[in-house]
């Protein structure tokens, strides 16, 4: 099972949208609901953003959205802020055997 | 508040052992699937091995299948990896997380930092 594809980077100014793609196959993205977002600032934990491809866990600001088509998987951060400056890594159910991929990280830069 | 304390990393040489653990507070360890993910450096994050709450299903990534072992104590509340014929390229943060029932990984620990050295 290979890894689910990431822009390497993304940047945006203050109080821009930014959008982050994550492709994957029918394998995973394309079969199942079950897409997550990760926000990854190094030296701590992940921090779920998304689950269930667009639902938001108690906590995390409504300016962080989900989205799905096909085998693509989008994360959009609206109103960006600096805080919003980390890694971010999608992740799909995927099978039986290999339970769960990721992506391959996309660092988000605020200018 | 949920927490995941991972300990155990170091440095070993390729071919050594080493056990991690995880020790969970904060929810009822034994109803809830348990995971190792790691984070080799400068890449991305790698599924590792996940264990059901009483422990009677386990799986692993295809890349570690056959040197690693997962196990919990819910006794304990301690989730472990036992890490065996270790390689250069198992060098990484290993982190524990825990699955929601919405099949999603809702916490994580800080992780543990283990080195192969060849």
């Known amino acids: 099972q290979s890894a689910l594809t990431q822009p390497a980077s993304v940047s945006g100014s203050p109080g821009q949208s930014i959008t982050i793609s994550c492709t994957g196959t029918?394998?995973?993205?394309?079969?199942?609901?079950?897409v997550s977002w990760y926000q990854h600032h190094p030296g701590k934990a992940p921090k779920l953003m998304i689950y269930e491809v667009s639902n938001r866990p108690s906590g995390v600001s409504n300016r962080f959205s989900g989205s799905k088509s096909g085998n693509t998987a989008s994360l959009t951060i609206s109103g960006l802020q600096a805080e919003d400056e980390a890694d971010y890594y999608c992740?799909?159910?995927?099978?039986?055997?290999?339970?769960?991929?990721f992506g391959t990280g996309t660092k988000v830069t605020v200018l | 508040e949920v927490q995941l304390l991972e300990s155990g990393g170091g440095l070993v040489q390729s071919g050594g052992s080493l056990r991690l653990s995880c020790a969970a507070s904060g929810f009822t360890f034994s109803t809830y699937v348990m995971n190792w993910v790691r984070q080799a450096p400068g890449k991305g994050l790698e599924w590792v091995s996940a264990?059901?709450?009483?422990?009677?299903?386990?799986f692993y990534a295809d890349s570690v299948k056959g040197r690693f072992t997962i196990s919990r104590d819910n006794s304990k509340n301690t989730l472990y990896l036992q890490m065996n014929s270790l390689r250069a390229e198992d060098t990484a943060v290993y982190y524990c997380?825990?699955?929601?029932?919405?099949?999603?990984?809702?916490?994580w620990g800080q992780g543990t930092l283990v080195t192969v050295s060849s």
């Open positions: 029918s394998s995973d993205i394309g079969g199942y609901n079950y």
């Open positions: 997380a825990k699955r929601s029932v919405t099949r999603t990984f809702d916490y």
């Open positions: 264990i059901t709450g009483s422990g009677g299903s386990i």
């Open positions: 992740s799909s159910y995927a099978s039986s055997t290999t339970l769960y991929v």
